[in-house]
């Protein structure tokens, strides 16, 4: 009898071994899941690379990386689906592809100026705009990702989960915030508006059970506020507009958008300037 039990004690482990969740492997089977699903171009691959994902050139490359140190905070499928749809996000709303005109073009201009207090100056704004742009363009990237995962079957609430688990910033734990809580705020607000039944379906996992315990206070403090209520509202309804047009407008474009164009054109152009002189 001993031995018997010893036996399924041992093909218990082994099995939990052999089926533990493989997070690396696992991102290339739902990457492919949320590009055929949201119907994205079906020639791009997934792969995972240990360094920061660049995919501002994946038009050209249909290459999507994905940082394995963010995948690290995901254990299932819809977390990791959360952490690929940001990618997908950022892609779609030209983030990358944004930032990188708007350096250029300033940078030029920086460059143009000769007093040297006015040209420092003018420096400093520049790697300020560019912060503040890249964190806005963050949290657009979040709900166009959480389109992208609803449609391709997958529950956004994990976008959530998952920036959770990620490091807080020193300003939010000195002032006892949950980590990137403006970014999970912003998802929240997004769902609870625009797609209230996934809301209602929930996540059962105590990290989103901290979070709504956490915000409780503010939603209830917006319900009680006619003007702040409205406000929310309006301002749900036209991010769920807005998040359509720009899927729709890639899609039909085959993966190419303004911003995309207007890179390509500063770079042939850069490239012309160099071979003339």
Not at 163 to 191: C, H, Q, V
Not at 245 to 253: D, P, T
Not at 267 to 273: C, D, H, I, P, R
Request: glycine fraction near 6%; charged fraction near 20%.
């Amino acid at each position: 009898m001993k031995k018997i039990l010893l036996g399924l004690l041992i093909m218990f482990f082994t099995q939990g071994i052999s089926f533990a969740y493989d997070v690396s492997a696992q991102a290339l089977v739902v990457g492919e899941n949320m590009l055929s699903k949201n119907g994205l171009p079906s020639a791009t691959i997934v792969v995972t690379s240990d360094s920061a994902a660049v995919n501002s050139n994946i038009n050209e490359t249909n290459v999507l990386y994905v940082q394995t140190s963010n995948l690290n905070y995901a254990g299932n499928d819809n977390e990791v689906a959360a952490v690929i749809s940001q990618e997908l996000g950022a892609i779609i709303n030209a983030s990358a592809s944004k930032k990188e005109i708007v350096s250029s073009l300033t940078s030029a201009i920086v460059g143009q100026i000769t007093d040297e207090k006015t040209k420092e100056t003018a420096s400093t704004l520049n790697e300020l705009s560019l912060s503040h742009m890249s964190k806005k363009d963050l949290m657009d990237a979040d709900i166009t990702g959480v389109d992208l995962m609803i449609k391709a079957g997958y529950n956004p609430l994990a976008m959530i989960v998952t920036l959770g688990k990620m490091d807080a910033s020193l300003w939010e734990l000195l002032k006892g915030e949950p980590a990137n809580f403006k970014r999970t705020m912003n998802i929240y607000d997004y769902l609870s508006y625009n797609y209230p039944s996934k809301v209602k379906a929930g996540y059962n996992c105590q990290e989103y059970k901290a979070f709504l315990d956490y915000i409780a206070p503010t939603i209830k403090k917006r319900e009680n506020n006619a003007k702040a209520l409205k406000k929310f509202q309006t301002t749900q309804a036209k991010a769920k507009e807005k998040r359509a047009k720009q899927i729709a407008k890639y899609k039909l474009s085959g993966g190419v958008n303004g911003w995309d164009v207007s890179k390509i054109i500063l770079n042939n152009l850069s490239t012309q300037s160099e071979i003339e002189q």
